[in-house]
C-alpha cells in the first residue's frame, strides 16, 4: 500500500515494518564507536524506542481506517498512512506516537527503579538505561518542539490554522521551526554534537525550501469556520434530498460535484457527503468504491452496515 523504500522484516496488527539502508549504516558506526555489547545495546534500545513511537501513530492511524506502515531510517522512522479527514484526527495520529513511547520509556523507568539490581547486568543495563532515557527526552522533544516536520512542529501548524489563514499559518510555522533549529544548532556546535549539527542543518534547509516554495503543508483545508457557499448548500441539500428519494445515482452524482467545485466545505460537513457517497455508492452496487468513501464517514449504525456488507461482497469474489 504505502512505498517505504526499505527492507520489510515483519508485520504485525496489519502494519508492515521496513528499515532502511541507512539504520544498518547507523547500527555499523554505533557498535563500532562502543563495542560490540554497549553497541548493540544502544542501537536495539533506539531502535524498539523508535518503533514503539511509530507504532503510537500507526495504531491511531488504524482506528481513522487510514492504514499505516512504518519505515526505520538512520534519522528515527516514519510512519506512513492515508491522509486524514480533518485536523482533529491529523493531531491525534501525531501525539498518538509521542505518547506511547513516553508512557514505555516511564514504565521501563518505573521497573528499574523498583528493581535496580538488573542494571548490573552489562547488556541489560545498557539497554534499559538507553531506552527509557532515549524514549522520555525523544518523546517529549517530539511532542513540544515547534520543528517542522516533527510532530511537534505539525501539531504547532495545526494549531495555526485555526487560528489564522492557512497561507500565515504555513508561514509563520516554519519560520518558528527554523528560529527553534537555530537554537537547537547553537547547542549542537556548544556541546560539539557533530551528528546533531548534521541533522540540524538538514532539517533547516528542508524548512528554508518548503518556506520558498509556498506549497502547503497540508493538503487539505483548515476546516476553520467558514460558511460554506449558496450554490455549495443547494448541492448538498440537493444530494439529501435525492438520498432520501432513494435516488443513488444522483445523490453520488451531487456530491462528487460538491467536492470539485466547493471549497469551503466544513469537516461536519465533508464527513455527511463521504456518508451519503459511501451509502449510495453501496447500495448501486459498487462495492469497491463505496469503501473508500466509508472508511471517511462517520461510524453511524447504517456506514457500519454498509461495510460490513461490502465486505462480505468482496470476500465472496
Known sequence: MFGTQGFKIYEAGGVPVSVSPTFLILLVIVVGFNGIVPGTALAAAVFLSVLIHEYGHAIVALRFKLGAAVLIHGLGGLC?????????????VLVGGPLLEIIAGAAVFAGVFFAPEVLAIPWVGTFLSA???????????????PIY??????????????????????????????????????????AQAFFLVLVVFMLGMDNYNALQSGAPLVSRGSGRARPMSDFGKELLSGAEAAFADEDWREAARLCHQL?????????????RVWEIL??????????????????????????KEAREACEAKAGSW
Open 149 to 190: 516536520p516533527l510532530d511537534g512542529g505539525r501539531l504547532f501548524h495545526l494549531l495555526l490554522r485555526r487560528l489564522m489563514p492557512e497561507a500565515s499559518a504555513r508561514t509563520w510555522a516554519l519560520r518558528v521551526s527554523m528560529a527553534a533549529l537555530v537554537l537547537a544548532g547553537a547547542y549542537a556546535v556548544t
Open 131 to 145: 531506552f527509557a532515557y532515549f524514549s522520555i527526552l525523544w518523546g517529549l522533544i517530539n511532542l513540544f518542539a
Open 259 to 271: 467536492r470539485a467545485s466547493v471549497s469551503t466545505i466544513s469537516d461536519k460537513q465533508m464527513k
Open 278 to 303: 459511501g451509502l449510495a455508492t453501496a447500495r448501486m452496487g459498487e462495492h469497491e468504491e463505496a469503501m473508500e468513501y466509508l472508511k471517511r464517514a462517520p461510524d453511524t449504525a447504517a456506514v
Open 80 to 92: 506512513f498512512h492515508r491522509p486524514a479527514s480533518s485536523d482533529r484526527d491529523d493531531a491525534l
